[in-house]
């Protein structure tokens, strides 16, 4: 029986879905976003399938078309923001701001989502600190610094792309490395400890801040340790501030934590009184905790593919 077109496309372009998911969440700093995009890929490469030829790979010419409507998209949205690249940090913990939901904020991608290449790409791939200093960098540079750099892309092919000369490319990309050096934290360069090692520090974390210890949690910090709690402006640099900021909110007995991962980094999914509360995402570095993201929006759990309240005997 003859292949009907529709099918052949679906069997063409369907295994590029994740990382067309991930490069667009690299361009806007959002799943939902990002997950709409994509279906706009797919939807206009559909209504162009017949007139393909072949002239350049599959996955180029969907990159092309990903790439030119997240651009499209960046001339009519704000780019997406963490509290610390809102301004300076608190400086007192027992005064935190009000959750600003009008801020644009940026948000973690489950590691089952993302393309598992970008995963293991370290700090070429999805990183939070990473994610979060990209959407600093105008909308060309961005998408330069994404093709060039992180999808290795021919200087040509990205000159083509953006209807510029490969010089300009070159251009481009000098200027967003060099922005992108000033902007990413140093913290996101150093290598996490070996997995034994990660393994019982997370656990250690996890059993700490379950029984609200605030004792075991400042050990488990590094002195420059960074928290920050979006949709909450406010965030907090120093472990001296982080944990007088913790000594306040910690309940023990009301809260969970369940494993996940996110941006390929360790997080935790935290439960409070049985009800779904935040998403952490934690930094490693050395032997100790050097930052945490923990994103108070109770509907990421969905994406997570976990419950919104916790069985009673997980409780």
Known sequence: ?????????????????????THCYRMLG???????????????????????????????????????????????????????????????????????PEVPWLEPIP??????????????????ALIAALQHLPAQQRTVLILRDVLAWPADEAADLLGVTPAAVHSTLQRARAR?????????????????EKRDLLDRYAEAFERAD?????RLLTEDAVWQMPP???????????????????????????PVRANGQPGFAMYLDGDAFA??????????????TSFHDASLFDRFDLPRRLPAADR
């Open 279 to 292: 998403v952490q995402v934690v930094t490693l570095r050395g032997p100790a905790v050097a930052a945490v």
């Open 232 to 258: 909450n402006p406010s965030w907090f640099a120093g472990r001296a501030s982080v944990v007088e900021l913790l000594a306040g909110r910690l309940r023990a007995e009301r809260i969970r934590l369940v």
């Open 111 to 128: 590691d089952a989502r993302a393309d598992p290449a970008a995963i293991v790409a370290g700090r070429t791939g999805l990183r939070l």
């Open 214 to 218: 605030i004792a075991a949690l400042s």
């Open 1 to 21: 029986m003859t292949e009907q077109p529709h099918d052949d496309f679906a069997r063409l372009t369907e295994p590029f879905r994740r990382e067309l998911l």
């Open 30 to 100: 959002s799943v939902q976003d990002a997950e709409d995009l994509v279906q706009e890929t797919y939807l206009r490469a559909w209504r162009s399938y017949r007139d393909f030829e072949g002239r350049a790979s599959m996955r180029t010419w969907l990159y092309r078309i990903a790439t030119n409507a997240c651009l499209n998209a960046l001339r009519h949205s704000s780019r997406r923001m963490l509290p610390a690249g809102l301004g300076g940090p608190a400086t007192d913990p027992s005064a935190v701001a009000r959750r600003d």
């Open 180 to 196: 992108l050096d000033r902007l990413e934290p140093a913290i996101d360069e150093i290598a996490e400890p070996a997995e034994p």
